[in-house]
């Protein structure tokens, strides 16, 4: 293992001084430059897009290539890392599909859940006549070294929607579970339709497709007077169980009663879980006010939605917004909510405004976005990210304007991309800040954080740290981070939304050097030993604790780790 003996020393060091680490173990695994077994004289050109990784070392991307034969017809490829460390290509633009003259573009929307199902929208077109289908095919492309299998293509009957409608395209709302379970988005075209009809449906093999919700179309047998309005946002755990938002329409209903949750399993269809103007529960007595928003689930059934709430406080009505959950089909309860002292904040600083990107992970921790108000606040200090385990136990995860931790004095977090925010089942969050202060500019502000109930706010990797660039075990290759791409999921884990976050805490990023681009695996914090020594050994693979340091604006400070 490369560099063991200068890691064990350097964790040593670190043990005994106090010092906080720089970038967490981090591992080259791809790197543009290197070698593209499948075609002779090919090389990887781009590491550009991480889908999603899984749960025993696997990661899906899309790559571009270079070498003899290869142009912009055939460049782009779908691979998939195993946990041997080998590549298999899944998809390549300029494959035949099986129709004559016809062969796939670059046009893939794939997804993959933690235990490696995968599943892809593709879009294709003929050589001969340059027609094209933007988006025509969904795909479960599970099995490795097999025919992908077709689950839904366009001019396909789509079940449930109005007599004689078909698919038209499909959607980047693509979910897969651990089962395989696929949920997918479409429009539909045909008669009796309109590229406006849209729905939800639902594939397990074996059972084939069902539907969950399709716009214009009755919510539920037993209540044909009323159909689907709009389909929103949609999560689904390894179980099939899928969670929905929606608005109805028709049979006379009123505006403040017409969005809400929606359940969906394969036996049971569709079911209506909570409305707007329902009574609340678990906090002081009221209705749900505004549409339930940011549906979020996990393996345990657990829910978590925001919805603002309306109370008769002393006869003055009140309205607040609210994150709510239910754990193991309990009633709702209210975690948080608009108007209440923010935790982890200063007294008089309280939750303001709407709470969204609401994730809920593996043990049933919630996670949400949040403004805040009250004295000293402004726009430099008013966004925040808190971690709900129950009505009284809330954490704050990160403030904007307050300094960081592991970093010099005056490091601040400017700006919190909640978004981008992933959680796994071991209660570690990675999220991505960019900082500002002394020192501090372009590119070493931009970083991926982590976050767990043991070890709080960490350090995982920033651009201007040094790290290896060389995806050979038996050499190194340190260069300063230029570019760190923060674009990932906004998931809780469990949610059939890709992740980037294992559950062993592994997490997966681009980073470049110059123009070099690549594919690293990074650890964020575990218990024993150094940071990211998963064995306790004491060994981790690959760590250069350099950064930019206060007053380094060249970058060119190789002195030990000072930020």
Same mark, same amino acid.
């Given at each position: 293992m490369k560099m063991k003996s200068a890691m064990l020393a350097l964790c040593l060091a670190m043990a005994a001084s106090g010092q906080p680490p720089g970038p967490m173990y981090v591992e080259p695994v791809l790197m543009s430059g290197d070698a593209y077994p499948p075609i002779d004289g090919a090389t990887i050109d781009l590491v550009g897009q991480i889908v999603a990784a899984?749960?025993?070392?696997?990661? *899906?991307?899309?790559?571009?290539?270079?070498?003899?034969?290869?142009?912009?017809?055939?460049?782009?490829?779908?691979?998939?890392?195993?946990?041997?460390?080998?590549?298999?290509?899944?998809?390549?633009?300029?494959?035949?599909?099986?129709?004559?003259?016809?062969?796939?573009?670059?046009?893939?929307?794939?997804?993959?859940?933690?235990?490696?199902?995968?599943?892809?929208v593709v879009s294709y077109e003929n050589v001969l006549t340059q027609d094209s289908c933007a988006q025509c095919e969904v795909w479960d492309a599970s099995g490795i070294g097999q025919a992908p299998i077709v689950i839904a293509a366009k001019g396909q009957l789509a079940p449930g929607a109005a007599e004689g409608a078909t698919f038209d395209s499909f959607e980047q709302e693509l979910l897969i579970n651990n089962a395989g379970d696929v949920v997918f988005a479409a429009r539909l075209g045909g008669p009796n339709s309109s590229p406006n009809h849209r729905g939800v449906w639902f594939y397990r093999p074996g059972l084939g497709v069902l539907p969950i919700a399709i716009r214009d179309q009755p919510v539920s047998p037993a209540t044909p007077q009323f159909h689907f309005g709009s389909i929103g946002s949609v999560v689904m755990n390894s179980s099939g169980t899928v969670?929905?938002?929606?608005?109805?329409?028709?049979?006379?209903?009123?505006?403040?009663?017409?969005?809400?949750?929606?359940?969906?399993?394969?036996?049971?269809?569709?079911?209506? *879980?909570?409305?707007?103007?329902?009574?609340?529960?678990?906090?002081?007595?009221?209705?749900?006010?505004?549409?339930?928003?940011?549906?979020?689930?996990?393996?345990?059934?657990?829910?978590?939605?925001?919805?603002?709430?309306?109370?008769?406080?002393?006869?003055?009505?009140?309205?607040?917004?609210?994150?709510?959950?239910?754990?193991?089909?309990?009633?709702?309860?209210? *975690?948080?909510?608009?108007?209440?002292?923010?935790?982890?904040?200063?007294?008089?600083?309280?939750?303001?405004?709407?709470?969204?990107?609401v994730l809920i992970n593996e043990q049933g921790h919630v996670y949400f976005h949040s403004r805040v108000e009250g004295p000293g606040v402004d726009t430099s200090n008013d966004d925040g990210v808190w971690r709900a385990s129950g009505p009284s136990d809330l954490v704050l995860v990160v403030l904007e304007g307050v300094q960081v931790p592991d970093l010099y004095m005056g490091a601040i977090s400017e700006v919190i991309d909640y978004q981008d925010m992933m959680a796994n089942a071991r209660g570690q969050v990675v999220i991505p800040i960019r900082l500002s202060g002394p020192g501090i500019g372009t590119p070493n502000e931009l970083g991926h954080w982590s976050f767990s109930e043991q070890g709080g706010l960490k350090q995982v990797i920033r651009a201007g740290h040094v790290i290896d660039f060389d995806s050979d075990p038996s050499s190194v290759q340190n260069r300063r981070i230029t570019f760190l791409s923060t674009t990932q999921p906004n998931t809780g884990g469990s949610d059939g939304r890709p992740s980037h976050l294992a559950t062993d805490g592994g997490f997966w990023l681009i980073a470049g050097a110059s123009t070099q681009v690549g594919l690293f695996r990074a650890q964020v914090e575990l218990p024993g030993g150094c940071v990211g020594d998963i064995a306790n050994d004491m060994a981790t693979r690959n760590m250069t604790d350099d950064s930019v340091g206060v007053g380094d604006s060249q970058g060119d400070d190789l002195s030990p780790y000072r930020g």
């Open positions: 899984g749960d025993d070392r696997q990661v *899906l991307l899309i790559a571009t290539l270079v070498g003899p034969g290869i142009n912009s017809d055939n460049r782009v490829v779908l691979l998939r890392r195993e946990a041997d460390g080998t590549f298999s290509q899944l998809l390549r633009r300029g494959d035949s599909i099986g129709q004559p003259d016809t062969v796939l573009t670059s046009g893939f929307l794939p997804t993959m859940s933690r235990s490696g199902k995968t599943a892809v969670l929905f938002e929606g608005h109805m329409e028709g049979g006379g209903i009123r505006a403040f009663e017409n969005a809400g949750l929606w359940t969906f399993t394969a036996d049971r269809g569709t079911e209506l *879980l909570v409305q707007e103007n329902d009574p609340t529960s678990g906090g002081p007595a009221g209705r749900f006010y505004s549409e339930p928003l940011f549906p979020a689930t996990n393996d345990r059934g657990d829910i978590a939605f925001r919805a603002s709430s309306r109370y008769d406080d002393d006869g003055n009505s009140r309205e607040d917004a609210t994150v709510w959950k239910s754990a193991h089909s309990t009633g709702f309860i209210p *975690l948080a909510t608009s108007g209440e002292q923010a935790a982890g904040c200063d007294l008089g600083t309280d939750f303001r405004g709407a709470m969204t990107d």
